[in-house]
């Protein structure tokens, strides 16, 4: 999510069957979308049943899990606590933080990584997305970090640039929730709602790559592989490597403006001088 999507960008795109569901425990795996059957004897006893229910749906990504259920208030020493987990992560500094601007999130940093970065998010706006509690925001703030680690790394296998760091920025979401058990559920549901740009792939894809960030750590996890980051990038072309082919075609099916819609434009009122005016009409005339 950056300065160039707004709320309008987006859609409702939600596709059940061609979603994965995450590792609930970073050791344990679901097969199914089911509550698994909750053994009397384990220790899961020990948990309250909504907080249970709660930690189980809180990785799903619809719509009424992202905007009714889950939502918190939180401290901003908290969110400082969790950024600075973060950059500690990708060993960057702390960066400028900039509450309330006319966009949901973006980040502007130097090629210095030394220098720092801002951050500018909307927090308002974030909550209408479903971005309403400590870890939907927490990744939001991983994503727009990670466009800062990724400045200087070469992502190859896909032919627009923007879109590989974009996914990238999404896997590292995933890594981030995968090794420290964060929820992924609320940020899922909002960037699959998200149009696809030149700048910026669909929902769909973005959803994906954060399943791969997740299921590349639980992978390391099981090897007995501390995740960091250096690690992560393996897996992030490995990602981009496997899916070189629906995230081209995807671009490639992206098509340009109709030139019918420069006609609809009303140019009665503007003079006979204008340039734009004479253009039009000599579109028009050749048509």
């Known amino acids: 999510m950056t300065d160039k999507q707004t709320q309008s960008n987006f859609i409702d795109c939600y596709d059940p069957e061609n979603r994965q569901i995450e ?3 970073a050791e344990v795996e679901f097969c ?3 509550v698994p059957v909750v053994n009397l004897d384990s220790s899961i006893v020990s948990i309250e049943s909504n907080d249970f ?3 189980i749906r809180r990785h799903k990504d619809n719509i009424f899990n992202a905007l009714f259920y889950d939502k918190e208030d939180y401290s901003e020493d908290i ?3 969790r950024i600075s987990e973060i950059s500690d992560f990708f060993d960057l500094p702390f960066p400028i933080l900039i509450d309330k601007p006319q966009n949901l999130a973006s980040i502007t ?6 220098l720092g970065s801002e951050i500018r998010f909307n927090v308002e706006m974030l909550k209408q997305c479903g971005i309403n509690n400590i870890d939907a925001f927490d990744a ?6 990670t466009h800062q680690y990724l400045a200087n790394k070469e992502l190859n296998f896909c032919i627009n640039k923007e879109w590989s760091v974009e996914l990238g920025c999404d896997f590292f979401v995933g890594v981030r929730c995968a090794s420290k058990l964060r929820a992924s559920g609320k940020y899922k549901y909002a960037v699959s709602r998200m149009r696809a740009s030149f700048s910026h792939p669909n929902g769909c894809l973005r959803v994906k790559a954060v399943v791969a960030g997740f299921d590349f750590v639980n992978w390391m996890i099981s090897k007995g592989i501390k995740p960091d980051a250096e690690s992560s990038l393996l897996g992030l072309n490995f990602f981009l490597c496997t899916n070189s082919k629906d995230i081209n075609n995807a671009c490639l099916s992206l098509e340009e403006p109709l030139h019918e819609e420069i006609t609809k434009i009303e140019i009665s009122s503007f003079q006979e001088t204008n340039l734009i005016k004479q253009a039009l009409k000599k579109y028009k005339s050749g048509k």
């Open 53 to 55: 229910y709660k930690y």
């Open 32 to 34: 199914d979308n089911t």
């Open 140 to 145: 939001v703030m991983c994503h727009e970090l």
């Open 79 to 81: 969110l400082r606590e």
């Open 23 to 25: 590792n609930v425990f």
């Open 109 to 114: 940093f130097t090629e210095f990584s030394e």
